[in-house]
């Protein structure tokens, strides 16, 4: 199945992360304008340095990505620039666990709910009005599957990722008809760096590759899923 994005306008928040960066490079693989939200300088230094002769394809903007004013500019700005945003994919989002309910202070919850479930709000509320325009668009959430496999310990991260999910589902149901495509992917632990490092002992090739994760990314984002719409996609890897 051949998925292009030439002359496609993406916008993936976080997309200089451990899954981001993957799908900001497959993006840009398939020919895609690739505008990313990053935190640190380096980070997305690195990501032009691995798109080599694509790197032009590339566009970054260090911006806080829970804050409604700071992201309503940015798509401003790239709708201004380019002339549309036909892909939002919301690769943002954060992790606490071992910690039981009775023993979660505010601030992690208010960390959690940020991360998980308000970027995607915020991002999502600034990307429609201009997909809604053009009648066409595709929004792809990354969740996880703690949004349905609710495990101990985890009680915040958890009731964001459902709410993310939540959120997403509802949208779906707004936009119906109207050209716009809503879904969210589940995966499981994701084969990164840092995971690696968090549990050394952990059986990784059952973790699934962020670059397998991407494609899934790229397919639901495609005209080939045109229809897919509420979904919440499993992407658990070979091992559940």
């Known amino acids: 199945m051949d998925v292009t994005f030439k002359d496609k306008v993406v916008l993936v928040a976080g997309g200089t992360g451990g899954l981001g960066r993957a799908v900001s490079l497959a993006f840009v693989a398939e020919g895609a ?4 939200t990053y935190r640190k300088d380096e980070e997305f230094a690195a990501l032009q340095k691995s798109a080599g002769s694509r790197s032009t394809l590339l566009e970054g903007h260090a911006v806080d990505v829970t804050d409604e004013a700071a992201i309503q500019s940015l798509v401003d700005a790239i709708v201004s620039r380019h002339g549309r945003l036909d892909i939002l994919v919301n690769a943002v989002g954060g992790y606490a666990g071992g910690i039981k309910l009775w023993e979660l202070e505010r601030k992690t919850l208010d960390q959690m709910l940020a991360l ?15 997909m809604l325009k053009q009648r066409s668009g595709a929004i792809v959430n990354i ?13 915040a991260y958890a009731a964001s990722k459902a709410a993310a999910v939540a959120l997403m589902d509802s ?9 716009v495509r809503v879904n969210s992917i589940l995966p499981s632990i994701i084969d990164t760096e840092t995971n690696r490092k968090a549990m050394p002992d952990a ?9 397998d994760i991407a494609r899934v990314v790229l397919f639901l984002a495609s005209d080939h899923a045109s229809v897919v719409h509420g979904a919440a996609v499993p992407v658990y890897g070979a091992g559940k």
């Not at 304008?33 to 990313?36: L, M, R």
């Not at 949004?147 to 009680?155: K, L």
């Open 116 to 130: 998980n479930l308000r970027s995607g709000y915020a991002l999502a509320r600034a990307a429609v009005a201009p």
């Open 171 to 179: 949208l779906a149901e707004d936009l119906k008809g109207t050209g």
């Open 33 to 36: 304008k690739t505008i990313v």
């Open 143 to 155: 969740s996880a599957k703690a949004a349905i496999d609710h495990g101990a310990g985890a009680s």
């Open 203 to 211: 059986d990784f090739a059952a973790w699934p590759k962020p670059e």
